[in-house]
């Protein structure tokens, strides 16, 4: 894969991501959180908590669900969702680790097209 073929974009390496943290990607979609897990999964969420906006990328993952630093929401890194009792979810995004290297996918996003947020749409 070369730097951005097919919507899919370099970002870094794996061991640039602190491990239980995040770094934020700054795309024409918005800032874009990419976590890393205790075990070395990655996932990619839209920085915006769906409570009242937090930076997602500032909370504390604990093991694949990231705890908003506002008001302490959990989102499920792997669905986006809020965990319950509350209700709403956050957009993602596809990201790989191939040869220790992060690609995040942005299907144009970039360019400012349509985003390839899966899984909550902001109607
Ligand atoms: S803004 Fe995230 S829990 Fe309130």
Redesign the pocket.
């Given at each position: 894969m070369n730097a951005m073929t097919e919507g899919w974009l370099k970002i870094g390496r794996l061991h640039d991501v602190p491990r239980q943290g995040a770094r934020v990607v700054r795309t024409a979609a918005g800032a874009i959180a990419v976590f890393r897990t205790h075990d070395d999964q990655v996932y990619a969420l839209e920085d915006r908590?769906?409570?009242?906006?937090?930076p997602?990328s500032q909370?504390i993952v604990h093991g694949h669900r990231v705890?908003?630093?506002?008001?302490?929401?959990r989102?499920d890194l792997e669905s986006g969702q809020a965990v319950a009792p509350?209700v709403g979810c956050v957009a993602r995004y596809p990201v790989r680790i191939i040869d220790g290297e992060l690609w995040l996918q942005l299907n144009g996003a970039m360019l400012g097209g349509p985003t390839p947020a899966q899984g909550c749409r902001h109607d």
């Amino acid at each position: 894969m070369n730097a951005m073929t097919e919507g899919w974009l370099k970002i870094g390496r794996l061991h640039d991501v602190p491990r239980q943290g995040a770094r934020v990607v700054r795309t024409a979609a918005g800032a874009i959180a990419v976590f890393r897990t205790h075990d070395d999964q990655v996932y990619a969420l839209e920085d915006r908590c769906p409570h009242k906006g937090g930076p997602l990328s500032q909370g504390i993952v604990h093991g694949h669900r990231v705890a908003c630093p506002l008001h302490d929401w959990r989102i499920d890194l792997e669905s986006g969702q809020a965990v319950a009792p509350d209700v709403g979810c956050v957009a993602r995004y596809p990201v790989r680790i191939i040869d220790g290297e992060l690609w995040l996918q942005l299907n144009g996003a970039m360019l400012g097209g349509p985003t390839p947020a899966q899984g909550c749409r902001h109607d």
